[in-house]
């Protein structure tokens, strides 16, 4: 009969979306469910779904009381929007929505079917709808809507005629937002940071010990084995020693590389580097004797060690 029906589903907190430039919606009561977060899974970081709430509150009529035989089932059924030249508007599946999960008071409901029963007249209940592990990784908007599977002896719901349709005037959205992982995106921000810093290392310790202006250098240690050269590529400074010597690859990226020279004439550490201008910078001398004093670029000059042995170094 005409009079058996149930007023609308409301929810406490109902969001109506209408548009006032064509193409316009269709008459239908729209609630916004949020957003939800979707990612895949990365090393141990397992998909969690976000869980979203809403509170809803069942009205019956007194003739919809007395005119109920059973509990009334509702399928929830995915539909996707769908716009015309004046209206745009949604057409629905008629299978339950597969890629959700529906809850009432905590409890899943069965193939996505909610039930009402006369009990809950007036109660409020707490439904969820959760978007489980396995769908497209993509953003988007999905549309939800309410079939009537079983109108629990009534002929109206909603004012909507059941032998005439069966989807209810009601939409609901949920904004699904495709992101990173949490743990992918933590480990690649910390990734990027640690690339950074490393870079800014190795350009600090670039500027702080910048490669010799010397390719190369000459050694002649008066012995007769003639001059012996050395190639300084990026090296910013030659260390001269009469042990062997190795700097470790910390050291060579986070300071600079060091070339060893390493002659018994040394009878302790000298090195040698650019200076000013066209300057050589020698450090270390102690008890050698250097001459002339003034040490230029592409000029030789002599060093002289305790045992009064020399040797002449030229750059180039």
Not at 19 to 45: H, I, M, Q
Not at 78 to 89: I, L, Q
Not at 199 to 208: V, Y
Request: overall charge negative.
């Amino acid at each position: 009969m005409w009079n058996k029906m149930i007023p609308s589903i409301w929810l406490l907190s109902l969001v109506v979306a209408s548009c006032d430039e064509p193409p316009k919606k269709a008459n239908v009561t729209r609630t916004d469910w949020g957003k939800a977060s979707y990612y895949s899974d990365f090393l141990f970081d397992k998909y969690q779904p976000d869980t979203l709430t809403k509170k809803l509150q069942f009205e019956f009529n007194e003739t919809a009381l007395d005119s109920i035989t059973e509990a009334i089932a509702l399928i929830v059924v995915k539909g996707k929007e769908t716009a015309t030249k004046d209206t745009v508007y949604c057409a629905y599946e008629s299978e339950p929505a597969q890629d959700i999960v529906l809850l009432k008071n905590g409890m899943k409901c069965e193939e996505n079917v909610l039930s009402i029963s006369t009990e809950e007249n007036g109660k409020i209940i707490t439904l969820q709808i959760i978007l489980p592990a396995g769908g497209q990784y993509e953003d988007e908007t999905i549309h939800l809507g309410l079939r009537v599977k079983n109108a629990g002896g009534l002929d109206y719901i909603d004012n909507i005629d059941l032998e005439k349709e069966r989807l209810l005037s009601h939409e609901w959205t949920i904004t699904k937002d495709n992101v990173y992982n949490p743990m992918g995106l933590l480990l690649f921000w910390i990734l990027v940071v640690i690339v950074t810093l490393l870079t800014a290392c190795f350009i600090i310790s670039r500027i702080l010990n910048p490669s010799t202006k010397f390719s190369k250098l000459y050694i002649d240690y008066d012995d007769g084995a003639g001059e012996q050269r050395i190639n300084m590529g990026h090296a910013y400074q030659l260390l001269c020693t009469n042990k062997n010597t190795r700097f470790s690859i910390f050291h060579k990226f986070f300071i600079g590389v060091v070339k060893v020279e390493v002659n018994d004439f040394w009878t302790h550490p000298v090195t040698i580097k650019s200076g000013t201008r066209h300057n050589v910078r020698i450090s270390g001398l102690g008890e050698f004797e250097l001459h002339p004093d003034e040490t230029v670029r592409k000029e030789p000059f002599t060093i002289v060690n305790e045992n009064g042995q020399q040797a002449t170094i030229t750059t180039a």
